[in-house]
């Protein structure tokens, strides 16, 4: 996708300020915003919760009712620090806490309480449950809390144990300053393992890291060479999952080094193992979604003559998704549709959070390339409400700019 034509993000007065309070609002069954994040507030279903949030219930009533053996599949994982946000923004303030056992009790769900009680008991949980423990702390935003409650884990070489391994290192990564290590691991992981799917699944997630921009770029081609290398795969469900995921990050690789066309062909590679993940029921059905939501990211980023229609398929696939719409917008303004650009900008602000903050940000631009200065400010306005740090914003609005 060609480079936007518009400031991507606005300045922070302080990198560390607060995301600002809204008072005054409607309490949890009758608020606006958490219509669009129980999940993540109180692990509540909504038809209208961004895909990655969507199996948080299901998975959550699991722990009442544990399987051996079950694993979690999902790939996409909580940002830190997205819950905190959204109850700022939704004036939920009292459902905040940093660690989810701080949870006023009048406030728990039953599903927050099975949380709670399966944590107590993590140490007595096969390795499927622990990792479902951990994958449902990341999904909540709590990563460092679920670090801290599965301890120091690194690949052995045992199938099973490695992965559970997988799943507390991936969630490992998103906290801050752990990428290097979540490299590393998962680099050993594809060394060490003899299960061809767990290597290959370890080479997708050590790409992942290497495309965040933490690690060194040297190990993308490693891994992309040793996933190539993977032999003795099955025919299952899974393993056209994994294969397709694998694709999928090496696209992202070739994107990242200019070549579009490698890219495409590595899309084309992934679509053909998507096409085998459709007519599955309850989780596997969410998982699938997931992964043609995420295809249809990577075919947004690559650009093209029907960038349009793309984008507006990502955007049908996850409606309320902020990274959705604003990538969505992204497509729409570097073709020069400044107009269509604002509506999905403004779309992802009417979420908040601090990506919503950056969406009406974008669309602010956007409007006012096309003359429309009273939206424009209106779209700063919005976005300082949300982040009261946002220096472009405030200047705009005082007329600096």
Same mark, same amino acid.
């Not at 995301?19 to 309490?27: A, D, K, S």
């Not at 073709?335 to 919503?356: F, H, N, P």
């Given at each position: ?34 219509? %669009? ?10 038809? %209208? ?35 905190h946000q959204v109850l700022r923004h939704a004036g939920l303030d009292h459902y905040d806490c940093r660690d989810p056992r701080d949870l006023a009790e009048d406030l728990r769900s039953p599903r927050w309480? *099975? ?46 144990h490695d992965r559970y391994a997988y799943e507390v290192i991936r969630v490992r990564a998103r906290v801050p300053g752990q990428n290097a290590f ?63 995921? %694998? ?41 699938? *979604? ?25 955007? *049908? ?75 472009? *914003? ?8």
């Open positions: 996708m060609p480079e936007l034509a518009i400031q991507p993000r606005y300045t922070r007065s302080d990198p560390r300020g607060l995301f600002p309070v809204r008072t005054g609002l409607p309490e949890l069954e009758h608020n606006r915003l958490a219509v %669009f994040w129980r999940p993540l507030i109180d692990m509540a279903d909504s038809p %209208f919760a961004p895909l990655r949030l969507r199996a948080v219930p299901v998975l959550a009533d699991r722990l009442a009712d544990p399987a051996p053996g079950r694993w979690v599949w999902l790939s996409m994982i909580g940002v830190p620090g997205l819950r309480n *099975a949380l709670l009680d399966a944590m107590a008991r993590f140490a007595e949980l096969d390795f499927a449950g622990r990792a479902l423990v951990v994958f449902l702390l990341a999904q909540l935003s709590y990563p460092a809390a679920a670090v801290r409650l599965a301890g120091d884990v690194t690949p052995t070489g045992d199938p099973g979540a490299s590393a691991a998962f680099r050993e992981m594809a060394s060490v393992q003899d299960d061809p799917r767990l290597v290959l699944a370890a080479c997708f997630q050590g790409l992942g890291r290497v495309l965040r921009g933490n690690a060194d770029p040297a190990e993308g081609e490693w891994f992309r060479r040793r996933g190539a290398a993977v032999a003795g795969l099955d025919d299952g469900w899974h393993t056209h999952l994994v294969r397709s995921r %694998f694709h999928r990050a090496v696209g992202l690789l070739e994107l990242t080094r200019g070549d579009r066309g490698g890219a495409r062909r590595e899309l084309r590679a992934a679509l053909r193992h998507d096409a085998a993940l459709a007519g599955r029921t309850g989780v596997d059905a969410v998982v699938a *979604a997931e992964n043609r939501r995420y295809l249809l990211e990577l075919s947004v980023r690559i650009g093209g003559d029907d960038v349009r229609a793309r984008c507006d398929e990502l955007v *049908a696939a996850d409606p309320h998704c902020v990274e959705a719409l604003l990538l969505a917008g992204d497509g729409y303004a570097a073709i020069g549709d400044y107009g269509g650009a604002a509506r999905w900008y403004s779309a992802a602000g009417e979420l908040g959070t601090g990506s919503g903050a950056v969406g009406w940000f974008r669309a602010a631009q956007c409007l006012e390339h096309v003359g429309d200065r009273g939206g424009a400010l209106n779209a700063m306005g919005r976005c300082l409400e949300l982040d009261h740090t946002a220096v472009e *914003a405030r200047d705009y609005l005082d007329g600096r700019r």
